[in-house]
């Protein structure tokens, strides 16, 4: 079992930055892939961001050039920088770890991006 909690949502301006912070319970990053989720009120859930665990990385094509996505192996955190925010950045954003035959996901963390 897996426990991931999220922190670092909250109020922005739009054009304001903000970083996101999921710490596992135990070291995962070996063998599971992590990523980013978002979800918008009345939206279906979508990935912003990924890491695998052999490093690489992708993005939504509306993250790329402002989110970054990065982890701390020695602290099991992955982080979500986000710059340059918009009002369409609004969403509850989940961590997820997963493997072929597992996945796990964080409660969430709100945020609100005013224009």
């Known amino acids: 079992q897996v426990q991931l909690v999220e922190s670092g949502g909250g109020l922005v301006q739009s054009g304001g930055s903000l970083r996101l912070s999921c710490a596992a319970s135990r070291n995962i990053f070996t063998f599971y892939d992590m990523g980013w989720y978002r979800q918008a009120p009345g939206k279906q859930r979508e990935l912003v961001a990924a890491?695998?665990?052999?490093?690489?990385?992708n993005y939504a094509d509306s993250a790329k050039g402002r989110f970054t996505i990065s982890r701390d192996n020695a602290k099991n955190t992955v982080y979500l920088q986000m710059n340059s925010l918009k009002p369409e950045d609004t969403a509850v954003y989940y961590c997820n770890a997963k493997t072929t035959s597992q996945s796990y996901w964080g409660q969430g963390t709100q945020v609100t991006v005013s224009s």
């Open positions: 890491i695998t665990s052999g490093g690489t990385t």
